[in-house]
């Protein structure tokens, strides 16, 4: 029977206020309006993101989660890219294709992000209902739920092939840090590199430098038991921290002689950028924040740093225009130029959201993908 057009009542995982655990519910999800797509989401990752967001203040009740894959159920009025049946990506960063930032071949920043920072859709309205309650939105996104209604300039269409439990890395985690190292740093062949924080993120560094030919990767966490994980997926050494007395900038640069010339924060730390940034080769060193740091941070860093010449970029999504390289990062996953298998460490149902976050939070999983 055809839900085309009708409110769809599913399960999602709600937070209901600041600090309390994800409640599995039943809630309604409205048809997607003009402009609009309704996703069956089959596979959504936990990603350092959440973690940090189950901090802030956020408008409550909500569903959080953005690294989604799923299939299309239903589109609105003037929907032309997708169609029902079509496997999709989730996009955090939309991609309108007409703002400044669209329209320049070195940006990705569109313009249309700032639209989810009321948590609502276009209209001022939300698409979720539960138990008579307005819920909010997340991210353009809210792929914790069973279906979702997400604007069409923040869907990407794959490969029809497709795993979507792997491929829906490629929505945030994966590309972010891949992304980084070559779009955003664009590491040399034959370069030395230095990853601060070896999550899924900074593990997608490692595999963006190693694929742009760097021949030192030095990964630098103080959990050793991702030493292990990290030198599989290209890292050539990992240091801890703690296991020196003088200050991790000082052992990076006289590990490498001079410092190294690309280096890459993604922790989300103001201590870890600025010594990121110490690590870099004095001259032509760059340094890329991939780490989400706090609204309203300070930096605390010594402007004589930069008189040599060294670099500090941020970056966003790794610096891909979403719905143009989603579907081309899919493609060459498929034709495996990359493996995502090494991030997914634990694969479990929506129902175990809370049993994830305690696994994030302790160290012991690099991605958890979660099934719905």
């Not at 049946?85 to 249309?112: H, M, R, W």
């Not at 209902?129 to 069409?152: D, L, M, P």
């Not at 070559?182 to 694929?211: E, H, Y």
Request: charged letters at 20%.
């Amino acid at each position: 029977m055809s839900t085309t057009g009708k409110v769809i009542k599913c399960r999602a995982a709600v937070l209901w206020k600041a600090g309390a655990p994800f409640s599995i519910e039943e809630v309604e999800v409205a048809p997607p309006k003009a402009k609009e797509v309704r996703i069956k989401i089959t596979a959504t990752g936990l990603c350092g993101t959440e973690i940090k967001m189950l901090e802030n203040q956020m408008q409550y009740p909500i569903i959080l989660g953005h690294e989604g894959a799923g299939i299309v159920e239903s589109v609105g009025e003037g929907v032309s890219t997708v169609k029902a049946g079509d496997k999709v990506i989730t996009l955090f960063l939309p991609q309108c294709g007409e703002c400044a930032s669209c329209l320049n071949s070195e940006d990705n920043y569109c313009i249309q992000l700032k639209q989810s920072h009321t948590s609502l859709m276009t209209d001022g309205t939300s698409r979720f209902t539960c138990k008579g309650k307005t819920i909010y939105h997340f991210a353009n996104t809210s792929t914790f739920s069973e279906y979702t209604v997400i604007r069409e300039i923040s869907v990407a269409k794959v490969d029809a092939m497709a795993p979507l439990e792997k491929v829906c890395l490629i929505s945030c985690g994966f590309s972010t840090g891949y992304g980084a190292a070559i779009n955003t740093a664009k590491v040399t062949p034959g370069s030395t590199c230095a990853v601060f924080g070896l999550g899924g993120v900074g593990l997608s560094v490692v595999m963006g430098c190693k694929a742009a030919g760097a021949a030192r990767i030095i990964g630098v966490d103080i959990n050793k038991d991702k030493f292990e994980k990290a030198k599989q997926v290209g890292a050539t050494e990992c240091i801890s921290p703690q296991d020196f007395k003088k200050p991790i900038q000082d052992v990076l640069v006289e590990m490498t002689g001079a410092g190294v010339e690309f280096c890459f924060e993604v922790i989300g730390n103001p201590e870890m950028v600025a010594a990121a940034l110490a690590s870099c080769h004095e001259s032509h060193g760059v340094c890329v924040i991939v780490g989400l740091l706090d609204y309203g941070v300070q930096l605390n860093i010594n402007g004589y740093l930069f008189f040599s010449g060294r670099s500090l970029k941020g970056s966003v999504f790794g610096g891909w225009k979403s719905r143009e390289n989603v579907s081309k990062l899919v493609s060459d996953y498929m034709a495996k130029k990359f493996n995502l298998d090494p991030l997914i460490t634990h694969t479990m149902s929506l129902d175990k959201v809370n049993e994830a976050v305690k696994f994030m939070k302790t160290g012991k999983c690099i991605r958890c993908v979660m099934l719905l």
